[in-house]
């Protein structure tokens, strides 16, 4: 096949969307396609370009047999709902003539967000002869009203109308949790156009290891119990839980809470932590993916924070990751959310109330106090993982979907 991909996110970025639509596009090629992507810059999770990309308009790579076309993006140093709009607009208008110009593919698939990229992209292929797929991360105007980011007006309604349209454009729709499937037949959408593509576990490079990693040891908690998020620090996220919890937990010296990652709320959580006085917790910048198996065997427990009202609008793609690293997981959702369901199911964590700090608190002690339970956690997510989230499982699904897609569509 020749598959060209269409996404805002890329390597060299170590965080979120670009980690998959990597892999994704580097599998393909190590199947034999002829994979093109069309990104752009990379600025993410610090909402900063580098210094030599940010007076480039475009630029081709070739990165590990994927030929990769970045074109230019407008990246606010502080984004605000409005800045985010104009940030996306500006990749969609500039992808769309890179897309254009490059050459014909048999199969385009389309990575949302950014939403408006779809319709974009849709036409063109359309008008080039390519199937389309679209590829949900997360339902954008959903997660914006949830989140209270966009209060429902005339601009929600045409985001649903953008949405709606992008839906009935394209061949077929992928998304990476059974919720956001409902959620997106709910629309409208025929379930058999659309399939599940998760965000599979690196289980190639994550495997259970011993805890005493040169991170303990660089950082002087060789002998502290670790708790551990690593991830992008934003708004979906309520990381103030962790803050709140560890000023309930300062009196408990054993225990420390390690924050790595970088995002748009960074900032305020380290001024809250400075406020506070917090001696029980670091933060640590975006880590290497190389290093990304040791910092996990780091933690005696990790957790997956959200923000309450979140659920099903997002599935954590670090969940497959931390199970894969063999340990237990603390995570805030409630029990009917999918993601809930998945613990309870493999039996691999804790769930407690989304923004409840005392619950935070309490699950870390229980979880500090019971060791043999934390081993068994983390070998009940282990085996979960390998059947349900294993990298190869996943991928080679998906490239059986996508063969099938060119072939009845």
Known sequence: MKVAIVGINYMPELTGIAVYTTGMAEYLSERGSLVTVYTGFPYYPSWSKRPRDRKRWYQKDHIHSVAVRRSYLYVPARPTAVRRIVHELSFVISASINYLLGPKADCTIIVSPPLFLGIAIALIARL????????????????????????????????????????????????????????????????????????????NHIVPSEKKTSYKHDLGLDDKYVVLYSGNMGVKQGLDVLLDAANLLRDIRAIVLLIVGDGGEKQELQRKAAKLELTNLVFLPVQPYER?????????????PQKKGVNDIVLPSKLGN?????????????????LGQIVLESESGLLVEPGDPRQMADAIMRLYRLPGECDNMARNGRRYMEKQLGRQVILEEFANQLELMLKSV
């Open 128 to 203: 080039k002869r390519s199937k389309t797929l679209f590829h949900v991360q997360d339902l954008q105007p959903d997660a914006a009203v949830d989140l209270g980011m966009l209060k429902k007006g005339r601009l929600t309604d045409f985001l649903y109308f953008v949405e709606r349209l992008t839906y009935r454009s394209v061949d077929r729709i992928s998304t990476i949790s059974r919720g956001m499937m409902k959620k997106i037949v709910d629309k409208g959408v025929e379930p058999g156009k659309i399939f599940m593509f998760r965000n599979w576990a690196n289980d």
């Open 292 to 304: 990304l198996g040791e910092l996990l065997a780091t933690a005696d427990v990790s957790v997956i």
């Open 322 to 338: 931390i199970m894969a690293s063999g340990r237990p997981l603390i995570v805030t959702v409630p029990a009917n959310s999918e």
